[in-house]
Nanobody
Framework: QVQVVESGGGLVQPGGSLRLSCAAS????????VDWYRQAPGKQREWVAA???????NYADSMKGRFTISRDNAKNTAYLQMNSLKPEDTAVYYC????????WGQGTQVTVSS
């Protein structure tokens, strides 16, 4: 059983930055594609970014140039660096591991407000 735990969320002012972490345990992390999703109040969950097993990254259009996804397989951890944050980035951010099975974390709240 793989456990996925997100951390790093919080309250930040518009224009600020946060780095989210996604820590996984219980399996070989390098086997998994890692995705970040987010869900704002009253909205459907949306895909944010992904990083392949080999480190190839992809982003939703609205995040390009502001968000950076990365991974450190030695630490079984993936990251989402978020810069130039906007109020519309407020959401719960989730990490998903996709491999032999799919695993989700419980999410971490990001609030962008002055």
């Amino acid at each position: 059983q793989v456990q996925v735990v997100e951390s790093g969320g919080g309250l930040v002012q518009p224009g600020g930055s946060l780095r989210l972490s996604c820590a996984a345990s219980g399996s070989i992390f390098s086997r998994y594609v890692v995705d970040w999703y987010r869900q704002a109040p009253g909205k459907q969950r949306e895909w944010v970014a992904a990083i392949s097993r080999g480190g190839i990254t992809n982003y939703a259009d609205s995040m390009k140039g502001r968000f950076t996804i990365s991974r450190d397989n030695a630490k079984n951890t993936a990251y989402l660096q978020m810069n130039s944050l906007k109020p519309e980035d407020t959401a719960v951010y989730y990490c998903r591991l996709e491999g032999p099975s799919v695993y989700w974390g419980q999410g971490t709240q990001v609030t962008v407000s002055s």
